[in-house]
């Protein structure tokens, strides 16, 4: 059977060694051609299609230490996919032992400690649901159906970012299998150098299979939801944002998008298709509050489209799921911000305007706050200065249509980028972008990060990520 190496040599395994990997493990393994390979091989974005050399579906730490040492003995590239939502399909790789956590999705919440801890295979749903039983939440991003370790080891942010910062900042303890095949834990007072790196430095140090997160009070209501408009009010709408944002409270999230409307129920059916700008809004605090707080958005102009109400958490934080299915062709290009400039929003305007799919769009995350306060050394996420993400974001469905999607969200990004900070979200980078936009996304901590990376896999086993080079 085909296989590659870490350096990507081919190489041919014979059916016996997988066969004795299977005697290893509790979850089952997947080759070519077995049911369930498909499944575990593809990820969210179509444009990736990788073949991995086999899919071992962990059950456990123990799966994951045996599935290192068989690729380490082996010398054949591991990667790892916990919900495969990386829009640069890093979750799998070609000729590779994919670890698929896809079945470790546990979550235990502890509300006496305000603490949950979820395994490495969870996707954010799997965290809300358990957590909101007893009035809690972890800070997650904003689509149900993204992986949590791919997130969090990232950065991550969503609707509670702005009051305690990125989704790693709120992590306390993470256990993780090593490159030889280790199981160890890491928090402040355990390996505090591992810690602080597997928080921002995304997946370069180890398999992680739980990661403790802090829980702070939100729900089970909050105010949130959607108000539309057509593209024409743009220039009102987006001049609210800018100036929402400017006071707005930290329980208050906001994001502008532009796009063509959806098919969705709460828009007219005559719009479907048509150039909308909307207004994305959630107030976490207490929703009497909410709703004076968001009364200017619900009263501007002749909304086409207005579902901002009181509505469980659990459901703000699904609201986007199907706008975002996996099995379209995608390709994203984005930016952090330290401000929202009359000139920016004439671009995204203008660039909204050309969008070449039903699908695509081009989005405002507002993400200032607490991320804003801490110290460089909390945690290995960077750019502590972002304070907007901009987000041009293609989205379509026919392989022939690539050519004229990719070009739009190239020539958008390039007309817009230089209004970034000059920092870029590790999480959002395609699978075209080079190290300079890894070491912008990483930051001032990337000398730090290769010094954790020097120690924790000297070998560099984990390297299909956006890989940190061990010194
Ligand atoms: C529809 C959509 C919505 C999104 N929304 C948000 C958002 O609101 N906020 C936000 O911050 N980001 C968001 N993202 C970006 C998201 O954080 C990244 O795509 C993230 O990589 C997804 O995590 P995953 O577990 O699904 O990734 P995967 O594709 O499974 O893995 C991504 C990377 O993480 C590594 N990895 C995965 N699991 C482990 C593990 N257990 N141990 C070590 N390494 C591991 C993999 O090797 C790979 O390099 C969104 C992405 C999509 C597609």
Redesign the pocket.
Known sequence: MRAKTPEGREIDLKQDTFDALKLRLRGPVFLPGDVGYEESRT???AMIDRKPAAVARCLGSADVIACVQFARDNDILL?????????A???TADGALMLD?SLMRGVWADPQRQVAHAQ??C?LGDVDRETQVHGLAAVL???S???????T??????YLTRRWGW?SDTVVGMS?VTGNGRLVRASSDENGDLFWGLRGG??NF????GIDYVLYPVGPEVVGGVVAWPASQAPKVLELYRALCEKAPPELTLVALMRPAPPAPWLPKDMHGQPIVALLACYSGRPEEGEKVVAPIKSLGSPIGDVLVRRPYAQMQSL?DAT?PKGRR?YWKSEYLSRIEPALCEKVIKHAARIRSPHSAVILFQIEGALNRLEDAHSAVGNRDARYVLNVAGSWDKVEEDRANIDWAREAWDDMKSFSTGGT?I??LTADEGPERTEAAFGKGLRRLAEVKTKWDPQNV?R???NIKPI
């Open positions: 990820v969210w974005n990667c790892i996919k916990a919900g495969g939502h990386n829009i399909g890093l979750a956590l490495g295979g996707l991003g904003f689509v159906l993204t992986g949590i370790a791919g997130l080891l990232g950065g991550g942010f969503g989704t993780v995304g997946g180890g398999v992680v299979t986007l975002q995608y979200y999480n959002f984990f299909t990520n956006r």
